[in-house]
């Protein structure tokens, strides 16, 4: 097999893998080490309080939690609307169901009533039907949960009309929504609709500011004074609670102001990555709608996993998302270089 200079591999390396790889900025950098801190547990840390504000304005809730990771901000947005024996309905695919270690059975105690969907969009007649009765030999259904953009599809946008329909439903039944968001700014650079007109489809809602945005740590969960009030005893039990996160919040604020505004060059570069590996054969893209790429391995012999190690040799790091297929994102960190690069790891990993 060919492959690029070794010099240059370990000199260099194109990592698609995440957004979450992303380093903090200079200016990011610079108001962690200026950050004005409290001890946010006893008296408040004025940072992450104006962190909490500011993403509760772009939300349009009335507060916020931080939180250091999405799937804890996911599970205390969760973990404030059911009880033990709940059952939730949530898309068979979603995050908070397939990627955060059991946590809904095993922090909350509730089962799920899973349904398919069209990349995440769940059809509000079968989320009526999933509705359990008023009945003794029923679990009670404590809660419906969405997710946009959707990961699993690649990074598809759920449109809005249709969260709107699941929303009129879910409250047409008095259940709540919560809304996973860990990458919501990236569906509102794609789509154009304001984060807040998608937040209002729901009761809370979780963004991440150390995918796309490119903070070190961090994400949120949002949603009314009531909500929060249980938030929070939800967040300590789970030790979420931090003390000088001014630090960490600092660099958020940079994420939330600046990161967003960067988003549609990523979803551009993956665009161009989609039509790079189209162009090989015995590989297939969709068109990406943000900064997911999924991309099939359709050459007899060649699995997504192999075809990873081989890249790895080359210079280049990107996950398989199941044994057919490669999820690559674009983020920050990467660009046209690192494109050209994979153009050349991919033609030597095809080699043989």
Same mark, same amino acid.
């Given at each position: 097999?060919?492959?690029?200079?070794? @010099?240059?591999?370990?000199?260099?390396?194109?990592?698609?893998?995440?957004?979450?790889?992303?380093?903090?900025?200079?200016?990011?950098?610079?108001?962690?080490?200026?950050?004005?801190?409290?001890?946010?547990?006893?008296?408040?840390?004025?940072?992450?309080?104006?962190?909490?504000?500011?993403?509760?304005?772009?939300?349009?809730?009335?507060?916020?939690?931080?939180?250091?990771?999405?799937?804890?901000?996911?599970?205390?947005?969760?973990?404030?609307?059911?009880?033990?024996?709940?059952?939730?309905?949530?898309?068979?695919?979603?995050?908070? #169901?397939?990627?955060?270690?059991?946590?809904?059975?095993?922090?909350?105690?509730? @089962?799920?009533?899973?349904?398919?969907? $069209?990349?995440?969009?769940?059809?509000?007649?079968?989320?009526?039907? =999933?509705?359990?009765?008023?009945?003794?030999?029923?679990?009670?259904?404590? #809660?419906?949960?969405?997710?946009?953009?959707?990961?699993?599809?690649?990074?598809?946008?759920?449109?809005? /009309?249709?969260?709107?329909?699941?929303?009129?439903?879910?409250?047409? #039944?008095?259940?709540?929504?919560?809304?996973?968001?860990?990458?919501?700014?990236?569906?509102?650079?794609?789509?154009?609709?304001?984060?807040?007109?998608?937040?209002?489809?729901?009761?809370?809602? @979780?963004?991440?500011?150390?995918?796309? +945005?490119?903070?070190?740590?961090?994400?949120?969960?949002?949603?009314?004074?009531?909500?929060?009030?249980?938030?929070?005893?939800?967040?300590?039990?789970?030790?979420?609670?931090?003390?000088? /996160?001014?630090?960490?919040?600092? =660099?958020? +604020?940079? /994420?939330?102001?600046?990161?967003?505004?960067?988003?549609?060059?990523?979803?551009?570069?993956?665009? /161009?990555?989609?039509?790079?590996?189209?162009?090989?054969?015995?590989?297939?893209?969709?068109?990406?709608?943000?900064?997911?790429?999924?991309?099939?391995?359709?050459?007899?012999? #060649?699995?997504?996993?192999?075809?990873?190690?081989?890249?790895?040799?080359?210079?280049?790091?990107?996950?398989?998302?199941?044994?057919?297929?490669?999820?690559?994102?674009?983020?920050? $960190?990467?660009?046209?270089?690192?494109?050209?690069?994979?153009?050349?790891?991919?033609?030597?990993?095809?080699?043989?």
């Amino acid at each position: 097999m060919s492959s690029i200079d070794p @010099q240059r591999r370990s000199d260099f390396r194109s990592d698609f893998r995440s957004d979450t790889v992303t380093r903090p900025t200079p200016a990011m950098r610079r108001a962690m080490a200026d950050a004005e801190v409290g001890d946010d547990v006893l008296d408040g840390d004025p940072t992450v309080r104006a962190l909490e504000a500011r993403t509760a304005e772009l939300l349009g809730k009335e507060g916020a939690l931080f939180c250091p990771s999405g799937t804890m901000a996911n599970q205390v947005g969760i973990g404030a609307w059911v009880r033990p024996g709940d059952e939730v309905i949530v898309e068979h695919t979603a995050h908070v #169901l397939s990627y955060e270690g059991g946590a809904l059975g095993f922090l909350h105690g509730v @089962q799920t009533k899973t349904l398919t969907s $069209d990349g995440g969009a769940l059809d509000p007649d079968e989320v009526r039907a =999933a509705v359990r009765p008023d009945f003794i030999h029923c679990p009670p259904t404590g #809660l419906v949960c969405v997710e946009q953009s959707h990961m699993s599809s690649g990074g598809r946008v759920v449109p809005l /009309a249709n969260l709107e329909a699941v929303s009129t439903v879910a409250r047409e #039944l008095s259940l709540p929504v919560h809304l996973d968001g860990a990458r919501l700014f990236n569906a509102v650079a794609a789509s154009g609709v304001a984060a807040e007109r998608y937040a209002a489809c729901a009761d809370s809602v @979780q963004v991440c500011l150390s995918k796309g +945005l490119g903070a070190p740590v961090g994400s949120l969960v949002a949603g009314s004074n009531d909500f929060l009030l249980r938030a929070r005893v939800v967040r300590k039990r789970l030790g979420g609670w931090m003390r000088q /996160a001014g630090i960490l919040a600092a =660099a958020g +604020l940079i /994420a939330l102001e600046e990161g967003r505004e960067r988003l549609a060059e990523d979803h551009a570069l993956a665009k /161009a990555l989609a039509q790079l590996a189209n162009e090989r054969e015995g590989l297939a893209a969709g068109l990406p709608e943000t900064n997911l790429v999924l991309v099939r391995v359709e050459r007899p012999g #060649l699995d997504a996993p192999t075809l990873v190690g081989r890249l790895a040799e080359n210079g280049v790091d990107v996950m398989a998302l199941s044994p057919e297929t490669l999820r690559f994102v674009t983020h920050r $960190d990467v660009g046209p270089p690192d494109l050209e690069r994979l153009g050349l790891a991919l033609d030597a990993a095809l080699a043989t």
